[in-house]
Structure formats: structure tokens, C-alpha cells
């Protein structure tokens, strides 16, 4: 069964309709990180970016020597242009929090305001 961090997804009746469910799952996973990240719960980030890893892990088995037909590659783009959107906001609001850990591992102090 597939499950995300919020609600399990039930298995599906085809391939063609599990491998959607994969995408899904991932997408789901990918909006939870977003909101993690605009939350600035960098542990939940980590957290759900691993949790990402096994759906994808799990997909790539599932898709093995699977092919989805017009209607469905058409889902799985749209499904991925979202996950690819959520990814790249991440990044975006990941960059200031990488560039102070960054700075605490070379030992350089941080740019602190008080």
C-alpha cells in the first residue's frame, strides 16, 4: 500500500493506475514539503525528503517494463510540473538556510542582528 505522511492511498485496480498513484503520492509528499520549508521546519523537510525517496524508489520498481498511454503520460507531465514547481520553491527558500550551514561548518560566525 502506498502512504504518505498524511493519509494512506489505496492499491490500485491497473499498472497504468498504480504508477499514477506513485506520482501522486510524490507529488503529495513534494506540496508537504513545500509547506515545511515556507514553515521553516527544515527537520520535517529532511524528514519528508526522505520519506520522498522510498516512493520514488518504489515507483522505479513498479514502472519496470510499464508504459502509460496518451491520456495518462499527459497525467503523469502535469503531476510532475507540479512536483518540479514544489521542488524548485524549495530550493529557492532552502538557499539562505544551506548558506548558514554552511558558514557553521567552515567555523565563519553568523551574520546575526541584534
Do not use: F
Request: one cysteine or more; hydrophobic letters at 40%; charged letters at 20%.
Amino acid at each position: 500500500m502506498l502512504q504518505t505522511m498524511n493519509s494512506p492511498v489505496t492499491p490500485p485496480a491497473t499498472p497504468h493506475t498504480a504508477l499514477l498513484q506513485y506520482y501522486e503520492a510524490i507529488e503529495s509528499a513534494s506540496r508537504d514539503m513545500l509547506q515545511a520549508a515556507r514553515d521553516g521546519d527544515w527537520d520535517r523537510v529532511v524528514k519528508l525528503e526522505g520519506a520522498c525517496a522510498v516512493l520514488i524508489s518504489q515507483l522505479k520498481h513498479a514502472a519496470s517494463g510499464a508504459h502509460l498511454g496518451g491520456e495518462e503520460a499527459q497525467m503523469k507531465a502535469r503531476i510532475m510540473q507540479r512536483i518540479l514547481l514544489n521542488d524548485a520553491e524549495i530550493r529557492y527558500l532552502a538557499e539562505p538556510w544551506l548558506e548558514d550551514l554552511d558558514q557553521m561548518m567552515s567555523g565563519q560566525p553568523r551574520n546575526v542582528l541584534h
